[in-house]
């Protein structure tokens, strides 16, 4: 007996050893191919790229992959539980395999002759999902415990349950417990139930098939096992097993937590990031810092957003969107199950009407439910005929709805609004003038609907626009803001053509003599024209080139004073900020900073500025376009520039501004300034030949919407006017600071020259001023009235 024992040990150390000689082997056999994973120390987790407001607010995410790396201690045990009851109980007791394990998976190999994949532990399961491909063969499975092994060598089990809950695939491009907590529930995992936490645990084994998303039913299948090896392994009891086990299967699917609303700014900073970077932009965890601050891009999407919708108010309803039923009514759950498959596009809200009354309607709303649409948010949706023609005034609600109909609604105050999607479309950009930080930028009405970012890819004609850049010209060359011009009708005869050219003011009144700062302020179209041939095209062409406008293509002609050429809104408000900051010009940028995952700065912006037009020149222009807002007096009388209406909104007097329309008013532009913030806002149809339109005289509109013609300053202003209530609303109202070189003259309003009696300060660069007093022979009388709007 004791003979056969002394074989039977000898027999199992000769095997024990023709095992250590066979692992040996193997491992000289795969040690080649082992990768160097003494890398896992330093390991930076592929986490996509964040585009941030410069106050922190997360404006959009990039990259395939969801990550949200969090610390061990961050982690709530109860979690961590899950996945080690479920995955590895023993993770803290073994050196990195479990023996057990091997030998029941080589066990079944043996008598089945199946490759199938036996227990792997966490770190074996980290070394495959670092280093390894999925694929089930010995070699694998060889070459996944000799890692596992060294890596056990290397890190802690805190580094390596840390490193495996960050780095697991979870379903739904989620990676690691922080994202799947995201993407799931909408939680921090801090935040995660029982019931939440366990069927995150049991996603590693089937993340595609196992989740709550795709498989409720095996998704709870599968979590229930997850609650089952809890309970065994004594990390829950029995209560909390029950009441997690009743928990309903509820996940949905939770994009990114998107806190400002910047679509096509933050698509600008991404395509910016991507040229610096590459591809690893998608993975290093770039939080790429923007230039612009939440308030304010906030106002200016809420500013364009009802500009346009207000355009819409004035012009008619254009009906619903869709007729769903005209006998049988649906029942609510088939009204709910069309509403969820509809898009919205904020503030417009998918809805469709259940009943209509005399003057109200009942409506059930997407993700709100049923809400009653009163008169006061039905009458203003006359019949739309055409942009220049409405029906009449409705009567009764059923005048523009019927039940059955899909149709749109937004939020007004504490009631609900008739609306449409707008056909019209606009832009809004603003900048700090000293440096070209760009400071808001709205591209469109819904970057959903339309991705074409028209702040800065819309050339558009530039109408009036364009009329401070050439004054500044004539500024320059001889004229001041006292020089006198005539305002008297042009009639230009073609010889090429064959037939007279025939500028037009608008409206269409001539004031002879006029002020070049009056001339401005009122956008007087002739005294444009004639500015231009004084100061000479050639000397105007340059001065817009010198402010960043391509004037390759640009005709030389008299056309240019009226605004033919185009221009986009960032390079018409990057234009104005030469006036607000002094005569410099700078080069707008969307980007503040870039920064990796650990906050090391890898970029930093360095604005551009560089002197183009003089500070005295820059001055005087902005002078004038203070006037085009608080108007001047003449001959005695108050005259109001195109730009009134900013100065009514705004009630401050260090601000800037001019109106522009295009040709059958096309285009519809404000751009203004004060030292802070320079913006243009834009308006028009995104099919260049179609005009604005008018509106008639409609009872049903507020104060705001009123009836006419749609023109820079009654369709564009309005929105620059509601962004800069809040841009400025942090800068106290501040006095114009005046250069050195300028001194200030009292002139006579009618003549331009020295004043004997009555008269206007006006300031001049030294050496410019009148040198002859005005008498009567010189003084002549022509009227001076108040204006709209410019026309050109």
């Known amino acids: 007996m004791v003979k056969w024992l002394v074989r039977l040990f000898l027999f199992g150390l000769f095997m024990a050893l023709c095992g250590v000689a066979a692992i040996f082997v193997l491992y000289q056999q795969v040690k080649p191919e082992l990768p160097d994973v003494s890398e896992l120390k330093d390991i930076r987790l592929e986490t996509p790229m964040r585009v941030l407001s410069q106050d922190g607010e997360l404006i959009s995410q990039y990259g395939v992959q969801r990550r949200t790396p969090i610390a061990i201690e961050q982690m709530p045990s109860m979690l961590i539980d899950a996945f080690l009851a479920t995955e590895d109980a023993r993770f803290y007791e073994h050196p990195g395999i479990d023996p057990i394990g091997i030998s029941r998976a080589a066990i079944v190999w043996f008598t089945t002759g199946e490759k199938r994949q036996g227990a792997s532990t966490i770190t074996q399961q980290l070394a495959r999902n670092f280093f390894l491909s999925r694929e089930k063969t010995i070699i694998r499975k060889v070459k996944e415990i000799f890692i596992a092994l060294h890596i056990e060598s290397l890190l802690s089990k805190d580094e390596i349950l840390s490193l495996y809950l960050n780095k697991i695939s979870l379903g739904h491009r989620s990676h690691g417990v922080g994202a799947a907590a995201q993407v799931y529930y909408g939680k921090e995992v801090s935040e995660l139930t029982l019931a939440e936490a366990a069927m995150i645990a049991g996603l590693p084994q089937g993340p595609s098939v196992l989740n709550p998303i795709s498989n409720p039913k095996r998704a709870g299948e599968r979590r229930a096992i997850v609650l089952g090896r809890m309970l065994e392994t004594n990390k829950i ?148 005929i055409a942009d220049n023609r409405q029906g009449h005034a409705l009567r009764k609600a059923t005048d523009a709805l019927n039940a059955g109909e899909q149709i749109w609604v937004r939020p007004q105050g504490e009631h609900w609004m008739l609306a449409q999607l707008p056909e019209i479309n606009g832009a809004l950009v603003a900048l700090d003038p000293s440096n070209g930080a760009v400071t808001t930028l709205v591209g469109g ?14 050339e558009r004609q530039m109408g009036s626009n364009i009329k401070p850049f050439i004054y500044s010209a004539a500024l320059d060359n001889g004229f001041t803001l006292a020089s006198m011009v005539n305002d008297a009708p042009i009639n230009h005869w073609d010889a090429g053509s064959g037939s007279s050219w025939k500028p037009r003011n608008s409206p269409n009144v001539y004031d002879g003599p006029i002020r070049v700062r009056e001339a401005l302020a009122r956008s007087k179209n002739v005294v444009s024209i004639r500015l231009l041939r004084e100061a000479g095209i050639p000397i105007a062409m340059q001065r817009l080139n010198d402010l960043g406008f391509d004037t390759e293509n640009i005709p030389a002609t008299d056309s240019l004073a009226l605004g033919s050429p185009s221009a986009t809104p960032l390079q018409m408000a990057t234009g104005y900020a030469t006036f607000a900051n002094g005569g410099n010009k700078v080069t707008p940028f969307v980007v503040q900073r870039i920064e990796d995952s650990t906050g090391m700065v890898l970029y930093e912006a360095n604005p551009m500025v560089t ?171 022509f009227g001076g009235t108040s204006v709209t709007d410019d026309l050109f």
């Open 237 to 384: 009891n029995r209560q909390q097993y029950n009441e997690a086990m009743a928990a309903p299967v509820a996940a949905r699917y939770h994009g990114a937590e998107i806190t400002l609303h910047a679509p096509y700014l933050a698509e600008m900073a991404h395509q910016f990031a991507l040229t610096m970077f590459g591809e690893e932009a998608y993975t290093r965890g770039l939080n790429v810092y923007t230039t612009v601050q939440s308030d304010e891009q906030q106002a200016g999407t809420a500013a364009l957003v009802d500009g346009l919708l207000g355009y819409d108010l004035r012009h008619g309803y254009r009906g619903a969107t869709e007729q769903l039923w005209q006998g049988t009514p649906w029942d609510n759950e088939q009204i709910e199950q069309h509403l969820a498959q509809q898009p919205s596009y904020w503030p417009l809200e998918p809805a469709i009407v259940t009943r209509v009354a005399e003057r109200s309607a009942t409506v059930m709303v997407k993700d709100v439910g049923e809400i009653s649409l009163e008169w006061d948010g039905i009458k203003w949706a006359r019949r739309y």
């Open 611 to 781: 002197p183009v037009i003089s500070e005295e020149t820059a001055f005087l222009v902005s002078q004038a376009l203070n006037s085009a807002i608080w108007g001047g007096s003449s001959n005695g009388r108050h005259w109001n520039g195109t730009g009134w209406r900013a100065g009514r909104a705004l009630k401050r007097h260090d601000i800037a501004g001019k109106t522009g329309t295009t040709n059958d008013s096309r285009d519809a532009w404000f751009s203004g300034f004060n030292p802070n913030r320079v913006a243009t806002a834009w308006v028009g149809f995104d099919d260049f030949g179609r005009p604005l339109g008018r509106t008639a005289h409609n009872a049903n509109l507020g104060a705001s919407q009123v009836a006419g013609g749609e023109f820079g300053g009654s369709t564009a202003l309005p929105i620059w006017a509601d962004y800069m209530q809040v841009a400025l609303q942090d800068f106290p109202e501040q006095k114009w600071v005046v250069p050195q070189n300028l001194t200030t003259t009292t002139i006579d309003t009618q003549s331009g020259l020295l004043s004997r009696g009555k008269g206007v300060s006006e300031y001049f660069i030294k050496g410019t001023e009148p040198k002859r007093y005005s008498s009567p022979s010189v003084t002549q009388q």
């Open 445 to 458: 009405f819904n970057f959903n609907l339309n991705k074409f970012n028209r702040a800065q890819q819309a």
